[in-house]
């Protein structure tokens, strides 16, 4: 979040790392946490090896950036990844040559579902996107007060 859709809060601007209107998993790490410690109090009642899916929110970066702009109380500009800046900085920048590789994956829409979860271990965490949205940006310090700082 720091360091693609919230780097230029502080000038106005959302980055979008893809198509704004394709679906991703996205997950609010404080109920991820919490989900981790469901599942570790019932472990008696899983099988030795179990897929669970944390569905979080499956949504597009407009919706990140709608639940943004609420958080901060105004709109912001769209603006795109830099990927070839990044692609470019990774003949020298290891983590950038890593993100580079990933980022086919904001072309193709994904999305993930809890039903095991919910069968297995009951209810899912769930913290509606734009207050997840909110306390991320403050957590991260991209926003205090529901301003975003200055760079």
Do not use: C
Request: without cysteine; hydrophobic residues 45%; positive net charge.
């Amino acid at each position: 979040l720091d360091l693609g859709m919230g780097a230029k809060l502080s000038k106005g601007i959302f980055i979008h790392p893809g198509n704004p209107e394709k679906v991703h998993a996205f997950a609010y790490l404080p109920d991820l946490a919490d989900a981790f410690v469901i599942a570790a109090q019932q472990r008696d009642q899983l099988g030795r090896f179990e897929v669970i899916n944390f569905e979080g929110h499956n949504v597009t970066t407009a919706d990140m950036q709608r639940a943004t702009e609420l958080a901060i109380g105004r709109p912001l500009k769209r603006a795109s990844m830099p990927w070839m800046f990044i692609k470019f900085a990774g003949l020298v920048w290891p983590m950038g040559r890593e993100i580079a590789r990933m980022a086919y994956l904001w072309d193709v829409p994904h999305q993930l579902k809890s039903e095991k979860f919910r069968s297995l271990l009951g209810d899912v965490p769930h913290t509606s996107l734009s207050e997840a949205m909110k306390k991320a940006l403050e957590d991260q310090g991209l926003i205090q007060n529901g301003i975003a700082k200055a760079a």
